[in-house]
């Protein structure tokens, strides 16, 4: 049997950093627990466009088609601001997307006991938290028709179009309600149906969806400026929230400070099955590239390596190794190692990226 593949995409800015604590992770599991996978590694975002002039090449798009699983670090940099729009870092994520069809992006915000006292909100409100943004990814805002900044009479015009199709809706819609049944079996669906013609239509595909589907789903809907508030309000309320592509950006980076660090939150994004069953799939921390402590070995691998669980989760169907290496940060995290981004002011010496890697690592052996 051959071995399953892995294109790994570090990126800019800590992308390389976090990615190297992953890559220790993913040779344990090949070393101690018989998954091995065949890893490729490739340019994206400002290194590809260091070396091919574009920030994803048309070679690393094909070879991100035909893996089993791509795992991204992140995009981005102050050195590429000026570019043109087409080639900015970030264009070569949103390639990925769009060309994977990664529609359902998962968003875990789970709350670790150890870092409750972190959050800006009160310990009660966010301790034991656990809640699923399901942010749509490939359409909306993001992608509508027309787009672009024109010339009307003796001005410019910005323009972006919201826009979506019935069949966009409700994949993401049914994405979402049958995570719900593997949790707390509750959807909340948010979006403007009360300004916005395409907020109307959401709702209405996602009540369809339940009606005729998920009966035993418990589905609400809700304003997504309410929804924000509600988040910071009281999170627990909720267990999964739909939500459209770019009111999904906002609220997943809400729901994510909920939870005390960005360092901390991982993602997936999938798309339709393969022929081998196994869905389309990237896998990427939530948290950017951080170029203001790039390359100084402080940055938090939890995030990406959290990723990497959610891809033997999801990809691999290895839910079991996927509690475990989420056990071992757990308890990394309980023994009180911390690096910089969880620290309050008044700690000691923070643990480096390697550190936080080694600590990981030291727990994994443990769990065996
Ligand atoms: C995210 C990021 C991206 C987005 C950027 C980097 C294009 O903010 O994944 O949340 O806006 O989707
Ligand atoms: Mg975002």
Redesign the pocket.
């Known amino acids: 049997m051959t071995n399953p593949t892995l294109l790994i995409l570090p990126g800019d800015g800590i992308g390389p950093e976090v990615m190297a604590e992953v890559r220790r992770i993913i040779d344990w599991f090949g070393a101690k627990r018989g998954l091995a996978f065949d890893v490729t590694e490739d340019l994206v975002g400002g290194a590809a466009y260091d070396v091919h002039g574009v920030p994803l090449s048309d070679e690393t798009m094909a070879k991100a088609q035909e893996v089993d699983a791509v795992l991204l670090g992140a ?2 940099g102050p050195q590429y601001d000026t570019l043109d729009f087409s080639l900015k870092p ?1 264009r070569g ?2 390639r990925l997307r769009k060309e994977m069809d990664l529609f359902a992006n998962l968003r875990p915000a789970q709350c670790f006991d150890a870092l409750a006292d972190f959050s800006s909100l009160k310990p009660e409100v966010v301790a034991g938290l656990d809640i699923m943004i399901v942010r749509e990814l490939t359409s909306g805002v ?1 992608f509508g028709e027309p787009r672009g900044i024109f010339e009307e009479g003796n001005e410019r015009v910005g323009i972006n179009t919201q826009r979506y199709t019935e069949s966009e809706i409700d994949r993401v819609a049914r994405a979402a309600f049958e995570l719900a049944k593997k949790r707390a079996g509750k959807v909340c669906s948010m979006e403007k149906a009360n300004v916005m013609e395409s907020g109307i239509l959401w709702r209405e595909v996602v009540q369809k969806v339940h009606d005729e589907s998920y009966p035993e789903v418990e589905l609400s809907h809700m304003y997504a400026d309410a929804g924000g508030m509600q988040l910071c309000r009281w999170p627990k309320q909720f267990d999964v929230i739909v939500t459209d592509n770019l009111f999904g ?1 906002l609220l ?2 809400v729901a994510a400070m909920l939870t005390g660090s960005l360092g901390m939150l991982p993602s997936a994004s999938l798309g339709a099955p393969m022929a081998n069953g196994r869905p389309k799939a990237l896998y990427e921390p ?1 948290h ?1 590239s951080a170029p203001d402590i790039a390359g100084q070995g402080k940055a938090n691998p939890c995030a990406c390596i959290l990723s990497f669980a959610m891809a033997l989760r999801y990809s691999f169907d290895q839910g079991d190794e996927a509690t475990r290496l989420e056990k071992a940060v757990e308890t990394v995290l309980a023994d009180g190692v911390r690096t910089a981004d969880l620290m309050q002011a008044e700690g000691g010496a923070p643990a480096s990226t390697r550190q936080m890697g080694d600590a990981v690592l030291a727990a994994l052996d443990a769990s065996l």
């Open positions: 995009v981005g970030e994520l949103l993001y950006d997943s980076d939530v950017g």
